[in-house]
């Protein structure tokens, strides 16, 4: 019987570690070297430049796992744009949040009238099914928007 290798045969640490340290990384949006320190504060040395390789090794596999768990999103959701600074010029950043607090999308633009606010409603809807409420701040473009979109 021909034995098989594991997909992490041959490295210096054992598969418990990589995948630990890769699914920090990706899950919680934690840097290579906040990654470094708490694997070092459970007794495991081990460079932020080694994390990187795992994860760019590793990381297409955790990432199409994390995707097929992840929760459906809500019924409800919950639009709203905010000022940001980038480079010195204003920009609006869009988010788009379900009634469980998770976060469908975001965009960043430069304009806030109904074909920002139409782009927006577009961007989030390729990704996620039809909400059946949908709740927004005053702004006067998300209802012009909603009324263009089918």
Same mark, same amino acid.
């Given at each position: 019987?021909?034995k098989t290798?594991?997909?992490?045969? #041959?490295?210096?640490?054992?598969? =418990? ?9 990706f899950r919680?949006?934690?840097?290579? @070297? +906040? /990654?470094?320190?708490?694997?070092? %504060?459970? #007794?495991?040395? /081990? ?8 994860? %760019? ?6 990432? !199409? ?14 639009? +709203? %744009? ?5 480079? #010195? %010029?204003?920009?609006?950043?869009? !988010?788009?949040?379900?009634?469980? #607090?998770?976060?469908? +999308?975001?965009? =960043?633009?430069? @304009? ?6 139409? !782009?927006?409603?577009?961007? =989030?809807? @390729?990704?996620?099914?039809? $909400? !059946?409420?949908? =709740?927004?701040?005053?702004? @006067? ?8 979109? $089918?």
């Open positions: 019987m021909k290798k594991t997909l992490y045969h #041959g490295r210096r640490f054992p598969a =418990v570690v990589i995948s630990c340290a890769v699914r920090w990384y919680f949006c934690l840097s290579l @070297r +906040d /990654v470094e320190e708490l694997l070092l %504060e459970r #007794g495991i040395v /081990v460079t932020y430049e080694t994390i990187r390789c795992w994860c %760019e090794k590793f990381g297409a596999r955790f990432a !199409r796992c994390a995707k097929a768990v992840r929760r459906k999103p809500g019924s409800t959701w919950h639009l +709203d %744009e905010m000022f940001v600074t980038l480079r #010195g %010029e204003p920009h609006l950043l869009w !988010r788009a949040v379900d009634e469980h #607090g998770a976060e469908l +999308d975001v965009l =960043v633009q430069k @304009r806030r009238d109904k074909a920002a606010a139409k !782009r927006f409603f577009l961007w =989030v809807l @390729r990704s996620n099914p039809v $909400p !059946r409420r949908i =709740v927004t701040d005053q702004l @006067r473009s998300y209802p012009a928007a909603k009324a263009d979109i $089918p």
